[in-house]
């Protein structure tokens, strides 16, 4: 199987919320992959609201510069860290964007609140190029969570997971094209794909730190950034990757595929800076 001749390439910034309406990137990426688009990964379209028992360890953060302001998602991996995307603290528009706390839990059930004591991007993430991976920052918090449990990470095996497995997406956001950002959680549960089906030129170089997940009847759209896709180990709950970008075949949010980090290929970062 061949996969269609296209690469990722930057496209000059847009979709940028100001005074009010909250978006999960500061940037749009643009690729001819399977002649879509590649936007912002943001909030979750279809998939249905989580039970407040269900979402001790998902976090609402939301990033300013200026005037300028945004949601993303992310996790809770260690009892004072938080994981989520790059971008969500990067910009090659706005630099770098302040993230001074987060909301962890369901907002229904008294979501704990956390100042954020340092930001740390991954070194390998380039803001003006985002497209080439890399795409995860940790948020070191002031003190531990004294509630939220950290959820494991996908161990090192999982690196070379193929398409097949289902993975569970939680993420803060709008659920329709043109909404405002929301303190509603969602999930959706995304299939793996294959990543001929996302990726070309170096696909197998790319497979080993990215892959890709769709559902026909959901997707991600504005919020949902750096929101963690789960997969059931021994029936445990492990974070396999962190929300990047969406491919889709316009800009509005519509059900399409999510490029997803792959946590497993980081692990070694991430643990080595969330202690």
Request: aromatic share 4%; net charge positive; glycine share 10%.
């Amino acid at each position: 199987m061949t996969a269609p001749h296209a690469r990722l390439r930057a496209h000059p910034a847009r979709g940028l919320s100001r005074l009010g309406v909250g978006v999960g990137l500061a940037a749009a990426l643009v690729a001819s992959v399977l002649g879509a688009w590649v936007a912002p990964g943001h909030a979750l379209y279809g998939g249905a609201d989580v039970a407040p028992d269900q979402a001790g360890s998902a976090v609402m953060l939301r990033w300013r510069r200026g005037s300028w302001w945004g949601t993303c998602s992310g996790v809770v991996v260690a009892p004072d860290a938080v994981l989520t995307a790059g971008h969500c603290v990067r910009s090659a528009t706005l630099g770098e964007l302040q993230v001074r706390s987060v909301q962890v839990g369901h907002p229904r059930a008294h979501p704990e609140r956390a100042t954020v004591r340092e930001v740390v991007v991954h070194p390998g993430f380039d803001a003006q190029h985002p497209e080439r991976g890399h795409d995860l920052a940790l948020l070191r918090l002031n003190a531990p969570l004294t509630r939220a449990q950290p959820v494991p990470l996908a161990a090192l095996s999982d690196n070379v997971m193929l398409a097949g497995p289902r993975v569970r997406i939680l993420g803060f956001g709008v659920t329709r094209s043109g909404g405002r950002g929301s303190a509603q959680l969602r999930e959706a549960s995304l299939e793996s794909l294959s990543p001929f089906h996302c990726f070309s030129g170096d696909v197998q170089g790319m497979a080993q730190t990215r892959f890709c997940a769709a559902s026909p009847d959901a997707g991600v759209c504005p919020g949902d950034s750096g929101a963690p896709a789960l997969l059931s180990v021994n029936g445990v709950e492990h974070v396999v990757g962190i929300v990047s970008l969406a491919v889709d075949n316009s800009s509005r949010c519509v059900e399409s595929a999510a490029v997803i980090t792959r946590v497993s290929a980081f692990r070694e970062w991430v643990d080595a800076n969330s202690r």
